[in-house]
T-cell receptor, first 113, second 113 residues
């Protein structure tokens, strides 16, 4: 059984650019949630995808968007990057809406300069 | 609204000392889950424990123990005989029903040799 994987591990972008982060869910899981963890803070919920549809969103602007594919892997897209978008982005997968049984990936560290 | 407060931003103890990390949560729901995660410098969130709101029994796992008290809305975490490898940021978190996980800001724990 493979765990949650994320790519890339690290990424450096310039303000105004666009970025795509990827997450492969754990085998058998059909729900992916994305979190942003700024330096010195706890992770904050961005949104969740369940069976390819968005199922809940946190307090993030529309330039944060996502996608879930038929194999339940997921992408997080951020347009018009701002310096404050620099953070560790974590994805977590679960089966159904059992948020209490989420498994987290290792994260992608995004630096915006 | 739900909230998790970890009042201790940073703690330093000498190896082999016991240390308790405090967590206070807020929710009006009667069904919820509480979590503790460990985040070493590598950044990955390591799941430590999940407790549902109907189970107030304290739990011990090796050197780790957790004290859940609904009367004070607290879910404290104690490490006995701390070791240098315990150095990390520890997050307490809350999930209400099937909703997103809400994290505290974390406590950075330094175990000094």
């Amino acid at each position: 059984e493979t765990g949650v994987t994320q790519s890339p591990t690290h990424l450096i972008k310039t303000r105004g650019q666009q970025v795509t982060l990827r997450c492969s869910s754990q085998s058998g899981h059909n729900t992916v949630s994305w979190y942003q963890q700024a330096l010195g803070q706890g992770p904050q919920f961005i949104f969740q995808y369940y069976r390819e549809e968005e199922n809940g969103r946190g307090n993030f602007p529309p330039r944060f968007s996502g996608l879930q594919f038929p194999n339940y892997s997921s992408e997080l897209n951020v347009n018009a990057l701002e310096l404050d978008d620099s953070a560790l982005y974590l994805c977590a997968s679960s089966f159904g809406l059992r948020t209490y049984e989420q498994y987290f990936g290792p994260g992608t560290r995004l630096t915006v300069t | 609204a739900q909230k998790v407060t970890q009042a201790q931003t940073e703690i330093s103890v000498v190896e082999k000392e016991d240390v308790t990390l405090d967590c206070v949560y807020e929710t009006r729901d009667t069904t919820y889950y509480l979590f503790w995660y460990k985040q070493p410098p590598s950044g990955e969130l390591v799941f430590l424990i999940r407790r549902n709101s109907f189970d107030e029994q304290n739990e011990i796992s090796g050197r780790y123990s957790w004290n859940f008290q609904k009367s004070t809305s607290s879910f404290n975490f104690t490490i006995t005989a701390s070791q240098v490898v315990d150095s990390a940021v520890y997050f307490c978190a809350l999930s209400v029903r099937d909703d997103k996980i809400i994290f505290g800001k974390g406590t950075r724990l330094h175990i000094l040799p």
